[in-house]
C-alpha cells in the first residue's frame, strides 16, 4: 500500500484533474467535502470508482459506494486503506 | 369549474387535507398546509405588483419549500421559470432576461445566489426567501438588509402574514402559461418552452390514471424542477392525493443508499431516467432491500439499454415498468407497457402508442404516413399537450410547430419532434434516432450547436465540432475537438473551465482533443463521419 502522503496525492490529483468542475476550488483540500462542492455526482461517483479499479487495483464493493467514504479525499484514502488492510489479513489467512 | 393546475392542490386539500402531500424523511406538509401556505405565496406576489401573466422564477432545488412555491406563482396568476441552482450564473442570467423575471422565489441557501444575479438582470425587484422548516416558521430577518441597489429581500415572516385563504381563479384561464422551462438551443441560447394549464393538464391527467395514482400512493422523481419529469410528481401526485417524496440531497449519488431509501421511505411508483434506474440495477445491490411497495417503474427522458432493463426487472421482478417519451414540447405523447417477465430483451423497448387527448403519427420523408413495419418518418405529435411556443421566438416556433400535413380543411398545429421512428408489428412506434445535432446525456436534451457556440466564445478557439460518443450508462458522452491558435498554447483544463463558466455541467464536453485542422468533405463542410470514425 502507499504511503500516506502519496495515496492521498494521487487521489487528490484525480479529483482535481478529472472531477472537479469550478476551477475556484482548487487547490482542493483533503478534507473538503466533495458532495458539498458538488465535486461528486452520481457520474464522477463512478469514473473514481473505475479509476480506483485501473490505477490501485481495489474494486469498490457496491455496498461501500456511500457518502461516509466517498464524501472526502481523506475518507476515500481512509476507506482504500481499510480495503487493503482487509485484504492483506485474507491473504496471511490463506497462507 | 376552471380546469387549471392549482385546481389539482385545491381540490385534494378538500378531500384529504390531512393527508402528506410532500414528504421528505419522516417529516410532510399535509394537503392543508400546501393549500395554505402557496396562498400565502400567492399574495405575497401579488403585494410584490406580480400581475397575470407575469414570470417568477422559483431558484431552488427540489423541496417542499419549492412546491409551496410553484402553487404559489400560480394562484398568484403567474407563469414560474424554474431556475437551476447548479447552472452558471451567466445561463441563469441570460434566461432570467429572455422570460423578463421580476421576482426570484428562492430558499435559504439559494438567497445569496438570487440577489447576486441583479448586477446581470437589472430588472430584478424582489427576492422572497423561504423560511427553515419549509416554511412553516418565520426565517430571521437579515441583519443588514438589501444592498440599496439591489432587490428587495422579502423575508418568509412577511408571507406567513398574508392572509391564507383561498385566492380566486383571478383572470386565469386554461390556454394561459403555467410554466417555461428552459432546454438546450442549437444556436447558442437556451430556448424556453411555454407550456399552458391545459396542455400540462392533458399530460397530468392522463399520467396519474396510466400509473394508476391513489390516495395510497407515495410518488418519487429525482428529476428537477427546470426537468419536465418533475411535472409528475409535483401535480399528478396531487391530482390523486397522492404523497410526493422528496430524496434527499446527495442519495440518489449513491445506488445502495437509493435503494435503502426506497425501501424505508416506501416508495410506491418511481419515475426518472433510465441512467439512474441502470445505476441502480448495476451498483444498488437490490435483492439485498425489501422493495415490495414499489408497483411501477416508469423511465423517460432517453433510451433504456436492453441489458440493463433486463438485468432491473429480473433483480426486481414486481412492478409495473412503463416506458414514456415525449419531448418538453409535447409533454409524454407516446407510451409503452414493458410486458411483465421480459428479462431477455435484445432491442430497446418501443416507444408505444399515443397517450389520451394526443395524436402521434409519422411523416416519410416523401410527405407520406408511415402506416407498416420497415418505414421509416419523422414523428409529429398534435394534441392539446402541445407547447404554446418557445418564448420570445416566433421564427422558432413556427418551424417547430408546423400546419398538420394531414388536415386539409383548416390550420392545426402539429409537432415535429425530429425523432426518426418506425412501426413494430403490434403497431407501436419504435425510435430509431434524430434528425439533427440533438443527443442526450443523462436524460437532459444537449445540442450540439450550443457546446459548439461556447467553445467559439472563447477567442484562441477557430474551430470546434461537437460529437456524440455513444454510451451505455450515460446515452451520450460530447467530444469536443477543436483548432485553435497555436500561440495560444490553449490547454484541456483552459477549454473546460471556459465551458463550466457557461454551460451546465451536463453540456460540458467529457473528452477534449486537439487538432491543426479539422478534415472536410467535398462540399467544404466539415466531415463529421470522419471525425467519428476517427475517435472510435
Known amino acids: 500500500m502507499k504511503g500516506v502522503s502519496q495515496l492521498e496525492e494521487v487521489i487528490n490529483d484525480y479529483v482535481s484533474r478529472e472531477l472537479v468542475q469550478d476551477a475556484s476550488l482548487l487547490p482542493l483540500g483533503n478534507a473538503t467535502s466533495l458532495l458539498e462542492t458538488g465535486i461528486i455526482d452520481s457520474l464522477s461517483l463512478l469514473r473514481l470508482v473505475v479509476f480506483i479499479q485501473q490505477r490501485l487495483g481495489i474494486t469498490v464493493d457496491d455496498v461501500d459506494l456511500v457518502p461516509e467514504h466517498f464524501d472526502t479525499i481523506d475518507a476515500i484514502c481512509a476507506y482504500l486503506r481499510s480495503r487493503e488492510a482487509g485484504r492483506a489479513g485474507q491473504a496471511v489467512g490463506h497462507g | ?536
Not at chain 2, 450564473?89 to 428562492?106: E, H, K, N, Y
Not at chain 2, 381563479?169 to 410554466?179: F, H, K, N, R, V
Open chain 2, 1 to 536: 369549474m376552471a380546469y387549471l393546475l392549482q385546481r389539482l392542490l385545491t381540490d385534494s386539500a378538500a378531500r384529504a387535507a390531512r393527508r402528506p402531500a410532500v414528504a421528505v424523511g419522516a417529516r410532510f406538509l399535509t394537503y392543508a398546509e400546501l393549500d395554505q401556505l402557496s396562498n400565502q405565496v400567492g399574495r405575497a406576489l401579488l403585494a410584490q405588483g406580480v400581475t397575470p401573466g407575469d414570470r417568477v422564477g422559483i431558484l431552488s432545488p427540489k423541496s417542499a419549500a419549492a412546491v409551496v412555491a410553484q402553487y404559489g406563482v400560480l394562484k398568484a396568476g403567474a407563469c414560474y421559470v424554474p431556475l437551476d441552482p447548479k447552472s452558471p450564473a451567466s445561463r441563469l442570467a441570460t434566461i432570467m432576461t429572455d422570460s423578463g423575471v421580476t421576482v426570484v422565489l428562492a430558499d435559504q441557501a439559494t438567497a445569496g445566489q438570487a440577489a447576486a444575479l441583479a448586477d446581470s438582470v437589472p430588472q430584478l425587484r424582489a427576492v422572497i426567501v423561504s423560511g427553515p422548516h419549509w416554511g412553516r416558521d418565520a426565517a430571521p430577518r437579515p441583519a443588514d438588509g438589501p444592498a440599496p441597489q439591489g432587490p428587495a429581500i422579502v423575508p418568509w415572516e412577511a408571507v406567513l402574514a398574508e392572509p391564507a385563504g383561498a385566492l380566486g381563479d383571478g383572470l386565469t384561464i386554461d390556454s394561459d402559461l403555467a410554466y417555461i422551462l428552459y432546454t438546450s438551443g442549437s444556436t447558442g441560447t437556451p430556448k424556453g418552452v411555454m407550456i399552458s394549464h391545459r396542455a400540462s393538464l392533458t399530460f397530468v391527467e392522463w399520467a396519474a390514471a396510466c400509473a394508476g395514482l391513489t390516495e395510497e400512493d407515495r410518488v418519487c422523481s429525482p428529476a428537477p424542477l427546470h426537468f419536465d419529469l418533475s411535472v409528475f410528481d409535483v401535480f399528478a401526485a396531487c391530482k390523486a392525493g397522492a404523497c410526493m417524496a422528496v430524496v434527499p440531497e446527495n442519495t440518489s449519488i449513491f445506488p445502495a443508499r437509493l435503494a435503502q431509501w426506497l425501501e424505508r421511505a416506501q416508495i410506491s411508483v418511481w419515475y426518472s431516467v433510465p441512467s439512474v434506474l441502470t445505476m441502480l440495477a448495476t451498483h444498488g445491490n437490490l435483492p439485498g432491500f425489501e422493495l415490495s411497495r414499489l408497483r411501477a417503474v416508469i423511465f423517460a427522458g432517453e433510451v433504456f439499454p436492453a441489458k440493463h432493463l433486463n438485468r432491473l426487472m429480473t433483480e426486481l421482478p414486481g412492478p409495473r415498468y412503463l416506458n414514456w417519451y415525449g419531448p418538453t414540447e409535447t409533454n409524454v405523447c407516446t407510451w409503452y407497457e414493458v410486458p411483465p417477465g421480459s428479462g431477455e430483451l435484445t432491442a430497446p423497448v418501443p416507444i408505444g402508442k399515443a397517450c389520451a387527448n394526443t395524436d402521434a403519427f409519422a411523416v416519410t420523408s416523401e410527405g407520406g404516413r408511415v402506416a407498416k413495419p420497415g418505414e421509416e418518418g419523422e414523428l409529429y405529435v398534435r394534441g392539446s399537450g402541445l407547447m404554446r411556443g418557445y418564448w420570445g421566438d416566433q421564427e422558432k416556433t413556427r418551424r417547430m410547430l408546423v400546419r398538420n400535413p394531414f388536415q386539409a380543411a383548416y390550420d392545426e398545429p402539429a409537432y415535429r419532434t425530429g425523432d426518426l421512428v418506425t412501426l413494430d408489428d403490434a403497431g407501436n412506434y419504435v425510435f430509431l434516432g434524430r434528425r439533427d445535432g440533438m443527443v442526450k446525456t443523462r436524460g437532459y436534451r444537449v445540442e450540439l450547436g450550443e457546446v459548439e457556440a461556447a467553445l467559439y466564445a472563447h477567442p484562441a478557439i477557430r474551430e470546434a465540432v461537437v460529437l456524440p460518443v455513444p454510451d451505455e450508462l450515460l446515452g451520450s458522452r460530447l467530444r469536443a475537438v477543436i483548432c485553435a491558435d497555436v500561440a495560444a498554447g490553449l490547454t484541456r483544463e483552459e477549454v473546460l473551465d471556459h465551458c463550466r463558466r457557461r454551460l451546465p455541467s451536463y453540456m460540458v464536453p467529457d473528452v477534449v482533443e486537439f487538432l491543426e485542422a479539422l478534415p472536410r468533405t467535398s462540399t467544404d463542410k466539415v466531415d463529421r463521419a470522419r471525425l467519428a470514425e476517427h475517435g472510435k
